[in-house]
C-alpha cells in the first residue's frame, strides 16, 4: 500500500479527489486499471475513515476542554470570525487563528455552504483544546 494521508491511504485520496472533479466510478476505474466495484469500495471505506476522523476531533474539543461553534445559514460571513472569537473567549480558550483564517478556512473549506457574503447552509466550527479550529461543514 502506498504512503499514508492521515488517515486516507494514497489511492483513497486519488479516488476522492477524482469523484469531486465529477468523474464515475467507471471513470475512475478505467483510468487506474481495476473495476467499478473497486472504486466504490475504496471509497466507502475512505468517507467512513473521514467520518471517523470528525467524529474524534468533536469528541476530543468536547472532553478536552474545547466546545463548538453553530453558524446558520443567514450568517454574514464578516460576522463569523467576531462570533468564533467571542465563543472562544466566553470558554476562555486562546484561539490559534485570526479573522483571515477564520473567514477564509469557512470559505474553502465549506464553499458549498456559502454563497456571496452569506452562509446559505449550516456551518459548524469545532474549537479544539490547543487553540485550533476546525470546519465542519455536512
Not at 38 to 55: F, P, Q, Y
Request: avoid cysteine.
Amino acid at each position: 500500500m502506498g504512503r499514508g494521508y492521515g488517515l486516507l491511504t494514497e489511492r483513497q485520496l486519488k479516488i476522492l479527489k477524482m469523484r469531486r472533479d465529477g468523474l464515475t466510478h467507471s471513470q475512475i476505474a478505467s483510468k487506474l486499471g481495476t473495476s467499478r466495484e473497486n472504486i466504490v469500495i475504496i471509497e466507502k471505506r475512505a468517507s467512513r475513515n473521514l467520518d471517523r476522523a470528525k467524529e474524534t476531533l468533536e469528541l476530543a474539543s468536547e472532553l478536552g476542554g474545547g466546545g463548538k461553534v453553530e453558524l446558520q445559514a443567514g450568517t454574514r460571513m464578516i460576522d463569523v470570525p467576531r462570533i468564533v472569537v467571542d465563543e472562544a473567549d466566553r470558554m476562555g480558550l486562546k484561539l490559534r487563528a485570526d479573522f483571515t483564517r477564520l473567514y477564509n478556512e469557512i470559505r474553502f473549506k465549506a464553499k458549498k455552504h456559502v454563497s456571496g457574503t452569506v452562509l446559505k447552509k449550516p456551518v459548524t466550527i469545532l474549537l479544539l483544546p490547543n487553540g485550533d479550529i476546525w470546519v465542519q461543514a455536512e
